[in-house]
């Protein structure tokens, strides 16, 4: 278990080495760099793979002050600054997907390519974001019980998936006051879209047909707006986290895509 103390924070990485096209891989809310495991498994042979736990994540323990993805993104620059690896490819799911694009966007020199997987460029929906407003609060005023984790499970992991007991486990672990300062982040970061034809990397889209999070008419959308998008590759039956409800469909997307460039 790796640890650099960059930009004020003290970031967890991992980092399997080699000389391969290095691909970074950013989490989603509320996960850390566990959630890709099959993917790592499966690529680091061919690919220096870099996971990393963001702000408030997994071993990461953010400070106290505000932040937005911008920030995160300029987190990540920094861990490849010291990492030696000056351009890569960036893969993120949901949240770490948000932090992709905004890497592209402020550094496409940096970019070798976007492989977006259950994400996408706006902000929240009204409608959803006032559903989570009120679980944040029952999280942040109760704390996490069984009940609400095992809803915040059914959207972000899948309806009834076996992986969802471990994280849930690690839910229940984390301080509930501190379930703040990462909500807001996601919650009001800005849109991209309007931006999204800045950014000429080649990219690839993943999504999960079952994704009850975010809409497959978005990850459409994103796609349509990057103009090196190589289309959407819709994982049957993938929840949310598809990467890690999906691994073989996924896996083979992202190897096939990375071999493309």
Request: charged letters at 20%.
């Amino acid at each position: 278990m790796a640890f650099v103390t960059l930009r004020g924070q003290r970031i967890h990485y991992e980092d399997t080495g080699g000389a391969g096209l290095s691909l970074v891989l950013s989490h989603g809310f509320l996960y850390d760099t566990s959630m890709f495991d099959a993917q790592v498994r499966q690529l680091r042979p061919r690919h220096r793979v870099i996971t990393w736990d963001q702000r408030g994540h997994g071993s990461t323990v953010a400070t106290s002050d505000t932040f937005t993805y911008w920030d995160s993104a300029d987190d990540l620059a920094a861990l490849l600054d010291h990492l030696g690896v000056k351009r890569a490819v960036l893969g993120g799911m949901s949240q770490g997907g948000f932090i992709s694009l905004r890497f592209a966007l402020r550094y496409p020199d940096r970019t070798a390519g976007l492989i977006l997987i259950d994400s996408q460029a706006g902000t929240e929906d009204p409608e959803k974001a006032q559903q989570y407003d009120l679980m944040h609060d029952v999280w942040v005023g109760t704390g996490p019980t069984d009940q609400l984790t095992e809803m915040v499970a059914a959207i972000i992991v899948g309806n009834n998936r076996p992986e969802s007991a471990a994280w849930i486990a690690k839910w229940k672990a984390r301080e509930p006051q501190s379930l703040t300062q990462i909500y807001r982040a996601l919650m009001d970061r800005d849109d991209v879209t309007p931006r999204l034809g800045e950014i000429h990397a080649p990219a690839l889209v993943i999504h999960g047909t079952e994704d009850v999070a975010i809409d497959m008419a978005l990850a459409d959308r994103l796609c349509a707006g990057l103009s090196g998008c190589k289309g959407v590759v819709r994982i049957a039956g993938g929840s949310h986290s598809s990467n890690m409800t999906n691994p073989e469909q996924v896996n083979k997307a992202i190897e096939e895509f990375l071999a493309s460039i």
